[in-house]
């Protein structure tokens, strides 16, 4: 292989792999935050990022870590609020001219129905549960397509719970489901306009949306014993997993759910080394509420 087509292959770029790519990241709400891992990550490969933050608690939140990064563009956004998201594609137009790539991280549902049994969701939850998890990643697609005049790649967040029955995970685990569909429907819709639409499914980490769930201690000590690399995922690796997700290493990957969990995703049933360790959990732990028969 020559020197000249080394520097060619997009494996091994000559520049770093973001620059000159400009997006938005959505859903950073404080350093813990699965967005701001993102970010971050893009940020120290050369990219360019805008964030928004919802609502006025966050914005202090926010502002310094944007700082940290270069980004000058932190713009509020409820996806409850159309207006708010449509000033938020607006600004970026006049800003930018144009967007490679957006990355969406927000999820909510009343922390009362994340715990104990699904079939005790109201319509009222379900509904927001839907729109503000997984509705609002179609609006804001609808949106950011405009401005990927040269392609682009879209992401969203999801969890095994979409799959499979999670403790608590309840209508989460619903709108999730409804999520990685419309992340194939959409796939299918912009791929002609060289724009990719994935998801990220995340092992458990502890944010401030996880601490909503019930029993989450639960889940991370269950997922460390018993996932291959017998431990969870951090931040880090879910940062750069993302930013291969967005970078032009991944040009050939639309329509995908792509695990970042240590492996626990493929595991049939808890690991043998596992039994001390989990055995010793439970002797200490007293479910956050028990299942009513
Ligand atoms: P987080 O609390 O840091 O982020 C959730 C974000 O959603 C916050 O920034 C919040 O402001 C935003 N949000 C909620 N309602 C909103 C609204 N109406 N308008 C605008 N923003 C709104 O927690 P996180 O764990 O980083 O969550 C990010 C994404 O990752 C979520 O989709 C979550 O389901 C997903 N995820 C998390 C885990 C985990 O274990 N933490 C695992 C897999 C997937």
Redesign the pocket.
């Known amino acids: 292989m020559t020197t000249a087509a080394t520097t060619e292959d997009a494996r091994m770029p000559a520049r770093p792999l973001m620059a000159g790519k400009r997006g938005l990241v959505m859903?950073?709400?404080?350093d813990?935050?699965?967005?701001w891992a993102i970010a971050r990550s893009v940020h120290a490969h050369g990219g360019e990022v805008a964030l928004t933050y919802?609502g006025e608690a966050?914005k202090k939140r926010v502002g310094p870590l944007a700082e940290q990064i270069g980004c000058d563009a932190v713009l509020p956004?409820?996806?409850?609020d159309t207006a708010s998201l449509d000033s938020v594609f607006d600004t970026l137009g006049e800003r930018w001219g144009r967007l490679d790539f957006v990355v969406h991280?927000?999820?909510?549902s009343d922390k009362e129905q994340l715990k104990g049994r699904y079939l005790e969701t109201t319509a009222e939850n379900f509904n927001a549960t839907m729109a503000?998890?997984c509705y609002s990643f179609t609006a804001v697609c609808q949106r950011a397509h405009r401005l990927m005049s040269q392609g682009g790649s879209l992401l969203t967040?999801?969890?095994m719970g979409a799959e499979r029955v999670m403790p608590h995970y309840n209508v989460m685990g619903v709108a999730k489901a409804a999520l990685e569909a419309s992340v194939r429907y959409l796939a299918e819709d912009l791929g002609r306009q060289k724009i990719r639409v994935n998801a990220l499914s995340?092992g458990?980490?502890k944010?401030?949306?996880?601490s909503g769930i019930g029993d989450f201690r639960y889940i991370l000590r269950w997922n460390q014993h018993n996932s291959p690399l017998r431990r969870n995922v951090t931040l880090d690796e879910v940062g750069g997993a993302g930013l291969y997700l967005l970078s032009d290493l991944s040009t050939g990957v639309t329509g995908e759910v792509h695990y970042v969990d240590c492996g626990y995703n493929i595991v049939g049933m808890l690991a043998p080394d596992a039994a001390g360790p989990i055995r010793e959990m439970l002797e200490s732990f007293a479910p956050s509420r028990p299942d009513a028969g």
């Open positions: 859903g950073v709400a404080n813990r935050s699965i967005a919802q966050l956004c409820d996806v409850t991280a927000i999820a909510y503000i998890s967040m999801s969890y995340a458990p980490i944010t401030l949306a996880a």
